[in-house]
């Protein structure tokens, strides 16, 4: 395990050393500080895996690093399926090692959990909320929610904003822990002074109700059935909101793509190695590979660099080529961001880190841990060019080939989902950003992977329009900067996709025992022996033969590659993101909800 806490000395954000806590694991007392989080703990304390799987008894831990693909579950006073990644710690916390489909004996009963049974602290939060209703209800606090909430309240709506997060910022804008008392978090964070005046402001707005850590898991017209509390808590509160209108702002999470060993612990998403050092001052490892496409591999690597790990190699899997070619179908898109690129070059250059082109990650080696990976160079449908191979030494590898959408509840909401300047599923808007379903509004990635700008600039265009939705009026034209930023945006999401596109020669780089559905450990060769013998082309028939996307994650990592996998050509893949309950909900608190309701 090499995975370890920064020293605090020389930190570029300025934190020091936060109040150590009591806690143990599997009995033992270890190190750990307030705000730190349960996999944060384990990590510094020299421990990358603490479960194994249900189905083969493989070991886990960290993986996506922000809560969709629940390799990370761990046992908490007593609890079982915790989200390590997702849980802070308390003081006293006793934290156990989970093994295989048995949960521990001392796990309370009543720990069952509606599509994922993830536990969490043994306290109760309160007796079940009572129903909210708000004009405008916006879910998600990222850069596309808090614009969106910001402009919906400056029309004169009143806003309830809605988060899982300790405090908005979402993955763009990740903070440190409070806890933590950061002297200089502007070091670690791109426009900090823009994302401060935009959280200050919202935070004194009079019109703007905001809840912290607090989930919708399921949406039914314009009632959002919400849980509060800590993340994976027992007895979070279950209670509808009853919206006049409502703007989804649910954000994205990394795609990564299966090749042999990606489930050896040690491998983790570009996010998770972002969050990890950004939001907890964390490196994944002391020799780490970053691997994939796209210009997010760029800031993962300078957090990884400011966090103290050396990035052996930045492998960008599109050639140079491809990328220029892309960026000059629309080169005056984004001037500003030649200005970044020259500055992560720089920073590459003064830390002596190779950016190889047109060359990934096609096996990672190790018994228990990544060891070593191979990587190869690629042609242009990113095929491995034959003696091309060669092993690099690493104890970590971080991947990201774009990213997938959160669709679960525009999905439930009915509204149309369509295919995204990337490739990939995003719903579809109008002029307004209104969903296919009236009073339904969409924003930021989840309309389609475009950046930040976009996502702040579709925010504030669907909280203005949410408003007028909501309070009957009527504007005859939304600000015309705002609709030209969107544009703007959508034009850079446009030349982005064409930039850092994925081939299918990604296929090539599995075989038939690669494991593609991590969660039930399905192999490929069993996916296509389940699609071929079967002729099955439905998604659910698949699912329900095969085992591929039933798992705890409920297909969020696979449902897309497995699609894909077994798209004939010229076929566009249609995943499953259709999941009635959007996050993990225990059935005893719904019980307690239907009895104070």
Avoid at 93 to 107: E, H, M, R
Avoid at 336 to 356: D, M
Avoid at 591 to 597: C, K, M, S, W
Wanted: hydrophobic share 40%; with cysteine.
């Amino acid at each position: 395990m090499t995975a370890y806490l920064r020293p605090r000395s020389g930190d570029p954000a300025g934190v020091g050393t936060p109040p150590a806590v009591d806690v143990s694991v599997d009995g033992h007392p270890v190190t750990a500080h307030t705000g730190q989080t349960v996999a944060a703990v384990l990590l510094a304390n020299g421990r990358d895996t603490w479960r194994t799987t249900r189905v083969h008894n493989r070991p886990r831990g960290t993986f996506c690093g922000i809560g969709a693909c629940q390799d990370c579950l761990v046992t908490i006073n007593g609890l079982a399926d915790v989200r390590a990644c997702q849980r802070t710690i308390t003081n006293g916390d006793a934290i156990t090692t989970q093994t295989g489909a048995v949960l521990p004996a001392t796990s309370p009963p009543e720990a069952t959990a509606v599509q994922s049974p993830n536990a969490g602290r043994d306290q109760r939060v309160g007796s079940a909320g009572r129903a909210r209703a708000s004009e405008v209800v916006v879910v998600g606090a990222g850069p596309a929610g808090v614009a969106a909430a910001l402009a919906a309240a400056d029309a004169g709506a009143e806003v309830l904003l809605v988060d899982n997060g300790r405090s908005v910022g979402g993955q763009y804008n990740r903070q440190l822990p409070a806890e933590f008392a950061a002297r200089r978090p502007e070091r670690i964070q791109h426009e900090w002074r823009t994302f401060a005046d935009q959280r200050d402001r919202l935070t004194s707005h009079p019109r703007i109700t905001y809840l912290p850590e607090t989930s919708i898991w399921a949406i039914e017209d314009l009632r959002l059935w919400a849980q509060q509390g800590p993340a994976d808590a027992a007895g979070r509160q279950p209670f509808p909101i009853d919206a006049g209108a409502v703007v989804l702002a649910t954000g994205a999470y990394d795609r990564v793509l299966p090749f042999p060993g990606w489930d050896l612990p040690g491998v983790y998403t570009a996010g998770a190695a972002q969050a990890l050092a950004k939001g907890q001052r964390i490196a994944i490892g002391r020799r780490v590979l970053v691997a994939g496409t796209g210009p997010f591999l760029l800031p993962v690597a300078e957090s990884l660099i400011g966090v103290g790990a050396h990035v052996v190699e930045l492998l960008e899997a599109n050639s140079l080529t491809t990328v220029r070619k892309g960026w000059a179908t629309d080169p005056l898109v984004a001037p500003g961001k030649l200005r970044e690129a020259v500055g992560y070059g720089a920073l590459l250059a003064r830390h002596r880190v190779p950016l190889r082109h047109g060359s990934t990650v096609i096996a990672a080696h190790g018994m228990c841990h990544v060891e070593a990976v191979t990587v190869a160079r690629l042609d242009s449908a990113w095929r491995p060019i034959p003696g091309s191979e060669r092993r690099v030494d690493a104890d970590a590898v971080c991947v990201g080939f774009g990213f997938t959408a959160n669709l679960e509840l525009a999905v439930s909401a009915r509204a149309a989902i369509t295919t995204g300047p990337d490739g990939g599923p995003a719903v579809a808007v109008d002029a307004n950003q209104q969903t296919t379903t009236p009073g339904i509004y969409a924003a930021g990635e989840l309309t389609g992977i475009g950046g930040a700008a976009l996502s702040t600039a579709e925010g504030t265009l669907a909280g203005l329009a949410a408003a007028h939705h909501a309070l009957g009026t009527h504007s005859a034209s939304l600000e015309d900067g705002v609709r030209a930023a969107v544009v703007r945006g959508r034009r850079f999401a446009g030349a982005l996709g064409r930039a850092y596109p994925v081939r299918d020669g990604w296929k090539s780089w599995s075989d038939a025992e690669t494991v593609v559905c991590r969660c039930e450990e399905v192999t490929r060769g069993e996916i296509e022996a389940a699609a071929g013998d079967r002729g099955l082309g439905d998604g659910r028939a698949l699912k329900l033969s095969s085992r591929a996307g039933l798992g705890m994650c409920q297909g969020r990592v696979c449902s897309r590659n497995v699609a894909a996998l077994l798209a004939g050509p010229g076929d566009v893949p249609k995943p499953s993101m259709k999941r009635p309950i959007a996050v993990p909900v225990r059935l005893r608190d719904l019980a307690q909800a239907e009895e104070n309701l």
